[in-house]
């Protein structure tokens, strides 16, 4: 017999025939005459129910199925009578594939915190929660590449180990070969890389847009979606090292119309999630957020309020909030600033544009004013900042300055400056923390409990 999904099972009308589930147990329970397994597979978040009569099992096996145990089960779909579900099996046959010590399995208990789950990351996939979050991440991702598709995006696979680190998004990895203990030394006693693996410094990339924008100059709109990685010390509820991004590149684009793409992206994926994720959205809903699901149909059916970064610093000015950090033209904003804009101010998400250039990266185009750039955050409730981009500058000489005057390694450069030289345009892009969108649509409150296996500072170890 074939083996059927829960989820299928739980929705069909199809009753009185003979099924072959397989999964873990939740629970079981029961008396003397009679035992109830709730047997989950991770197509759904609910249960089935089986059916065990004791007269026509032995008693010996039956204790061995606690939770955590892996079984499979044939028998009798029928229309249950219990409240809360619409279909069970009654048991004419199970098979044990794994027992699981109640005495040492450490999800035999319910209830546990989100903190406890964390440490044992291996095994939480298996909690309703963590179920939830999971399917809920996959729906996003397939959405992401689901709505590119459809609009002719190329997906582009960017490198992930890079040999530029001009980015300026924060610290690196490093990616060697050589003995870290005795490692090939110059004459001047600092590091031989010619002798490293690519014959030069390589790390993990800490975004793909560089080259992304190679690709936007040839197939027109191409997005990216892969891990990226960034060596800051950044204990935060919403910072990871290692990330997921999707990062869009269209040429032709200027700066409204990547606004305009970016609000339209999220809130298709956004409505994706609420049409597709129906039941996982109302657990997380009913168990963490109650506003989780209000929320969400609020985000898509307003539009996002767009500021400049100056009109944004007025009204942080006087808004007579406390700060922890003093608003000022010319600093970056911080969490709480953005938090209060979105959350206190505008009650909904926010658009910011043209800040000031020197607390944004060397590629964003300069506005005539000659002190911003047409750079474009999007805030929103929760989360601060979940998207960050820009319109690029095309002007080979204006954008060879800015490189000088950061003292960057032009000649590290010299592929992302060819597109200036040859055949320029105009054209725009932004990233999307797929982990912050992950949080924002989950209603979690903590970025590491949106991704299977976390990566932060002195935490690695799944
Ligand atoms: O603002 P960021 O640093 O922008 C870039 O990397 C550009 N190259 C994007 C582009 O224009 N193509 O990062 C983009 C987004 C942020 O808005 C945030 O959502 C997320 O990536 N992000 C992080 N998510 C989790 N952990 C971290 N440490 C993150 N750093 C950035
Ligand atoms: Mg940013």
């Known amino acids: 017999m074939k083996r059927i999904k829960i989820k299928e099972l739980l929705s069909t009308e199809d009753f009185d025939r003979e099924v072959l589930v397989k999964g873990w147990v939740r629970t079981r329970r029961g008396n003397k005459n009679i035992s109830f397994i709730a047997l989950n597979d991770g197509s759904v978040i609910h249960n089935i129910q089986v059916v065990v009569d004791l007269a026509v099992f032995d008693e010996s096996i039956l204790k061995l199925i606690t939770t955590g145990s892996c079984i499979a089960v044939s028998g009798t779909l029928v229309k249950s009578m219990g409240q809360g579900q619409t279909s069970e099996i009654q048991a004419k046959e199970i098979t044990l594939y794994g027992t699981a010590d109640a005495e040492t399995y450490p999800l035999q208990k319910k209830g546990h915190t989100l903190e406890f789950l964390r440490e044992i990351a291996h095994l939480r996939p ?28 190329v997906y582009l696979h960017t490198p992930i180990i890079t040999g ?75 910072h990871l090292a290692e990330f997921w991004m999707i990062e869009p590149e269209m040429a032709f684009y200027e700066i409204i119309d990547n606004m305009d793409l970016a609000e339209d992206f999220l809130k298709y994926l956004v409505t994706y999630a609420l049409e597709n994720c129906k039941e996982d959205l109302e657990f997380l809903n009913n168990m963490y957020d109650k506003e989780l699901l209000k929320n969400l149909n609020f985000v898509v059916s307003n539009k996002f309020e767009r500021k400049t970064y100056s009109e944004a610093i007025d009204i942080l000015e006087k808004s007579g909030q406390k700060f922890e950090f003093p608003v000022k033209w010319g600093a970056d904003l911080q969490s709480e600033h953005e938090r209060y804009l979105v959350e206190k101010h505008f009650k909904k998400p926010v658009i910011l544009r043209d800040y000031p250039k020197e607390i944004k990266a060397f590629y964003m185009k300069q506005n005539p004013d000659g002190k911003t750039v047409a750079a474009m955050d999007i805030l929103f ?38 597109t200036r030289r040859f055949g320029t345009a105009p054209h725009s892009g932004f990233g999307l923390g797929f982990e912050r969108l992950v949080l924002f649509v989950t209603g979690m409150s903590n970025i590491r409990d949106v991704i299977p296996f976390p990566r932060t500072p002195k935490n690695a170890e799944f």
């Not at 963590?130 to 590449?145: M, Y």
């Not at 793909?208 to 800051?232: D, H, W």
């Not at 929760?382 to 954008?399: A, C, M, P, T, W």
């Open 381 to 418: 409730p929760r989360i601060g900042e979940i998207v960050g981009g820009s319109q690029r500058e095309e002007n080979f000489d204006k954008l060879k300055k800015r490189i000088e005057e950061l003292n960057l390694p032009q000649k590290d450069l010299w592929w992302y400056l060819d």
């Open 126 to 153: 298996r909690t309703n929660t963590f179920g939830a979050v999971l399917r809920i991440r996959h729906a996003l991702a397939f959405a992401i590449h689901k709505y590119f598709n459809n609009k002719g995006f």
């Open 164 to 238: 530029s680190d001009c980015e300026g998004a924060g610290e690196m990895f490093r990616v060697s070969t050589l003995d870290p203990v005795h490692p090939p030394l110059n004459e001047d006693g600092k590091i031989n890389y010619s002798e490293d693996f690519f014959g030069k410094e390589t790390n993990l990339t800490v975004s793909g847009q560089l080259e992304g924008e190679l690709g936007a100059m040839a197939l027109s709109e191409i997005y990216t979606f892969g891990p990226t990685f960034r060596a800051e010390n950044s204990n935060t509820p919403r």
